[in-house]
């Protein structure tokens, strides 16, 4: 039976505690989220009608720092999943080694059936039915799938007219000109870039004349897309919901984000060389980095075996499951792990909100010297610990991220 991602988020804990030796009651504790709040978001639609929402806000830890995590907008959102992407959260801030716990929100709801204002006020309710446990030095929320800048300035502007002044730092991914980061929006491409060719030179592997594949075109996969294309990699397949379109001489990218980026579907667009493929195809796909940026457990058990790639760069948040994990290891694929390699939107961040803090602003090229700096000593640091020890990279990675939080529960002690 296929785990549900708060049931894998658990499992990867046994995997890791076990491997380096850690204290049974601190297992028992990382397993469970510090809170989670349910909420009921009514919304009044254009005609008239009322609808009502589902939405969540979860902080799975904030021993290192406020909660920090994204919040998305999807039909299938649920508890569970917010769950287990909050403690995705923790261990990513932790492994950056940043001063941010784990924290994630979602309302369940599909965003391309509401209109503008629809959006909106859906947005603003959410706010403020979790306005308590959101604030710069509590829970810090940011876009994540499908929500985006705009979004973030609606629950930034709902914040601060409850508290009665500009708190920019509520929220991060916000438009630059109302304190937002410059470098935000194509952050995480850039760590998973930085990652890929860090992993490569290890390798020595030359990714520039790879074949690429590529399961989701939002912010992440569209922005990883573009920049493995214009270093001359042949993108053969990306995707969106609607489905993915494949080319053996490789897509023209930019044709393509232009297309999305007017709002369209990937299965619309119209090119006879083009072949139209499911999503499960494009996973099966021979390449040299498959990269999946959609969502979770998207590479399990049963699909593991027809992976043909020699690394597997994960753009989205747990898109592979512990099962296919031994899998993926006996096929000699190599990992780079989600809180690794898309560690970049959250390090810029951590950068807009400090801007935030100091209403003081970065150019682009520190953001990006120190987003690479923060990207390549964590690497560094889950390489080696995975070459030392002979674990995969996503096993080093958590040793790395959950020593942290062990250390900092050690050090706060239980209270009372
Ligand atoms: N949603 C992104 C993630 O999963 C970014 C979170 C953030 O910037 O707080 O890492």
Known sequence: MELTPFEVAKKQIDVVAEEMGLDPNLTKYLKRVERALIVTIPVRMDDGSLEIFEGYRVHHSTVRGPGKGGLRYSPEVNLDEVKALAIWMTWKCSLLNLPLGGAKGGVCVDPRKLSKRELERLTRRYTSEIINIIGPDIDIPAPDVNTNAQIMAWIMDTYSMNKGRSVPGVVTGKPIEIGGSVGRESATGMGLYYTLEAMCEKLNLDFKSYKIVIQGFGNVGGTIAELLFKEGCKVLAVSDISGGLYYSEGLEIEKLLKWTKEGNYLKDYTDERYDLITNEELLSIEC????????????????????????????????VTPEADKILLNKGIHVIPDILANGGGVCVSYFEYVQDIRAYFWELDRINRELKKIMLKAFEEVYELSKERNIPLRTAAYIIAISRIAKAIELRGIFP
Request: charged residues 25%; proline residues 6%; aromatic residues 0%.
């Open 288 to 319: 040299d980095v498959l990269i999946p940026a959609a969502l979770e457990n998207q590479i399990t058990e049963k699909n593991a075996n027809d992976i043909k790639c020699k690394i597997i760069l994960e753009g989205a948040n747990g898109p």
